[in-house]
Nanobody, 115 residues
Framework: QVQLVESGGGLVQPGGSLRLSCAASASIYSTKIMAWYRQVPGKQREMVAALRGGGSPTYTDSVKGRFTISGDNANNMLYLEMNNLKPEDTATYYC?????????WGQGTQVTVSS
């Protein structure tokens, strides 16, 4: 069983920045994919950014140029740097990892962008 624990959410004004962190209880070095998803009430969970083993990061169009996903294999951490935040980025953000053939989710961290 792998645990993923997110942190770093909060309330920020439009144009501001936040950095989300995800601590994994197992090595992320050989994961097939590590990603950040987000969800607002009444809508489907959407992938925001992803790191696939050995590949380049991918982003959903709405966050390209503003968000950066990165991983720290030595410390089993996943990050999401979010800049120039917009009200439409308001959501619960979830860390996701595919370890071997099993998918795991964190509990989520709330990001609210509002003046």
């Amino acid at each position: 069983q792998v645990q993923l624990v997110e942190s770093g959410g909060g309330l920020v004004q439009p144009g501001g920045s936040l950095r989300l962190s995800c601590a994994a209880s197992a090595s992320i070095y050989s994961t097939k994919i590590m990603a950040w998803y987000r969800q607002v009430p009444g809508k489907q969970r959407e992938m925001v950014a992803a790191l696939r083993g050995g590949g380049s990061p991918t982003y959903t169009d709405s966050v390209k140029g503003r968000f950066t996903i990165s991983g720290d294999n030595a410390n089993n951490m996943l990050y999401l740097e979010m800049n120039n935040l917009k009200p439409e980025d308001t959501a619960t953000y979830y860390c996701y990892g595919l370890f071997l053939y099993t998918a795991y989710w964190g509990q989520g961290t709330q990001v609210t962008v509002s003046s």
